[in-house]
Nanobody
């Protein structure tokens, strides 16, 4: 029922910025929380940032101060503004959301940061 679709990834140089978007286009129900994960080559998937209704946010230490997660207050849409990108930020960024106790995932969008 929930379909999350990410967009905004790309290949950039270190220091550049990208803005990722994740949106659900299939359900009117509120998805909470919504979060961004990433998986780098050869590494486990890790939580990057999470947004809870009400405005509470959580960030991985590696992106604190550089990334900002935000959400459209009326839609199941979440954004990830990524500034000062580093090569270590490279990976597949996936959007996740929870609805009625179940986790839903998008297909992911590739972010590649070169030196």
């Amino acid at each position: 029922q929930v379909q999350l679709v990410e967009s905004g990834g790309g290949s950039v140089e270190a220091g550049a910025s990208l803005r990722l978007t994740c949106a659900d286009s299939r359900t009117p129900f509120t998805i909470n929380p919504m979060a961004w994960y990433r998986q780098a080559p050869g590494k486990q998937r890790e939580l990057v940032a999470a947004f809870y209704l009400g405005g509470t946010t959580k960030y991985d230490d590696s992106v604190q101060g550089r990334f900002t997660i935000s959400r459209d207050g009326a839609k199941n849409t979440v954004f990830l503004q990524m500034n000062s990108l580093k090569p270590d930020d490279t990976g597949v960024y996936s959007c996740s959301g929870i609805w009625r106790g179940n986790s839903y995932w998008g297909q992911g969008t590739q972010v590649t940061v070169s030196s």
